[in-house]
Structure formats: C-alpha cells, structure tokens
C-alpha cells in the first residue's frame, strides 16, 4: 500500500488572494473615515449655528471611483462660493471654523 501526499499550493492565487481582501479591507475603511469626517464636519457646521442647508453642502469622494485599491483616498473638498460663509466666525459659535480640503488616505501618509 502507497500513501503518496502532494502538497502543491498555488502560491500566486494565494497571494492574489490575499491582496484582494487587502484593497477591500483598505477602500471600506477609507470609504468609513471619509463618512465620518463629513458628519462630523456637519455636525460641528449645524452646531456653530450656521444651519443644516450649509452643513449638506459638505460633500466627501471615494478615490478609486469604482473598484478596490491598497492606495484608496477620500476626500472632503472645499466649497467654492460657500467657502467665504464659513471662513468666517460664527456669532453663536465659542471658536471660529478652519476649513480646508481633508484627505484621508490607505497608502502613504498624505502632506497636508
């Protein structure tokens, strides 16, 4: 009787396994914080007193448009006209509000 055991895993497709779960795991992350920064960032916009209409201007975009990435970034811009409203202090609000692009990034730390 001849036991004959191959152990031949497929070292590739492990891997390119791996860094699939890898991209989704960073992009959802990413994706989460960026949800987050926006509440928060209207949170403290409804709490300064400048109204929710100004609070839903702030908007955030996932960076890969579509599909997974170890390199995802979420970004929080600017707002154009409505930029000057909120640069300025609030006369309800304890402190004035500092509003800047905000990225959130997956891969290496962004220079802001």
Not at 8 to 13: E, G, K, N, S, V
Not at 48 to 71: C, D, H, M, T, V
Not at 88 to 112: D, K, Y
Request: aromatic share 4%.
């Amino acid at each position: 009787m001849k036991l004959k055991l191959d152990i031949a895993p497929d070292i590739a497709a492990m891997m390119a396994a791996e860094i699939a779960a890898g991209e989704r795991a960073v992009t959802a992350a990413v994706k989460e914080a960026g949800a987050g920064l926006k509440s928060a960032w209207r949170g403290q916009i409804v709490g300064a007193g400048l109204g929710p209409r100004l609070a839903n201007s702030i908007r955030s975009q996932l960076f890969p448009k579509s599909g997974e990435s170890l390199r995802a970034a979420a970004l929080t811009p600017d707002f154009g006209q409505r930029e000057s409203e909120l640069r300025q202090e609030p006369r309800s609000a304890p402190a004035p509000l500092v509003i800047q692009s905000r990225w959130l990034t997956g891969g290496q730390p962004s220079r802001l």
